[in-house]
């Protein structure tokens, strides 16, 4: 007859033997040890999905910590059983165990299946600013099957450094003050006409 696929039901009667189906893979989890006469079976043969929705990319993060969520699938499968988060930094492509970084790939569990969290605690981690890191969510379904996010989160920075002056000068006509940041800042934040900030040390005369 024709192969399974993915969420068929397969038969009311099964005899011994192997049950094969297509636009998948079938491992130990799906097979039959015996089956009598009425039973049926329901072949899942299609791993989960797994989406990330916060953080976007290009996020920057500020505090102690993040709460990291999204969604998981499985379609007419066995279900969404868990789900875990990966954390890669960019600098050295290490990733975070939960406590730390370590150099082999490591998967931290969320809590939740079709929707989930997972809080990102790096109070025991300085970040210099100068990292950037990508977040990969991986579901698993109740038969042992996994998917991971096609679409990683990337580009994700940490910053709790707050901006300092790094340099002032005078314009030639004595009107204009240029001053110089140590990082870029969100124009959104700054007044046009500077009153958002002093320079210490500046003397007006003339």
Not at 79 to 99: E, L, T
Not at 156 to 185: G, H, M, Q, R
């Amino acid at each position: 007859g024709a192969a399974a696929v993915d969420g068929d039901i397969v038969g009311s009667r099964v005899n011994d033997g192997d049950v094969t189906a297509s636009l998948g893979s079938v491992d130990s989890f799906t097979d039959i040890v015996s089956a009598a006469s009425g039973q049926t079976f329901e072949v899942d043969a299609a791993a989960p999905t797994a989406n990330t929705t916060a953080p976007l990319n290009d996020a920057v993060l500020t505090g102690d910590s993040t709460t990291i969520s999204g969604t998981a699938a499985d379609g007419t499968g066995s279900g969404v059983a868990s789900v875990d988060v990966k954390i890669q930094r960019s600098s050295d492509s290490w990733y975070w165990n939960g406590g730390g970084w370590q150099v082999g790939e490591a998967w931290n569990a969320a809590t939740g299946t079709t929707t989930w969290d997972y809080v990102w605690d790096w109070t025991s981690y300085t970040d210099d600013h100068s990292q950037t890191y990508t977040i990969t969510a991986r579901a698993t379904d109740s038969v042992g099957l996994t998917g991971t996010d096609a679409s990683p989160v990337t580009g994700v920075k940490i910053d709790n450094v707050v901006p300092a002056i790094s340099n002032a000068s005078a314009a030639v006509d004595k009107n204009t003050v240029t001053v110089v940041f140590s990082e870029e800042l969100d124009p959104a934040t700054v007044a046009a006409n500077g009153s958002d900030f002093t320079v210490a040390g500046l003397t007006v005369s003339g």
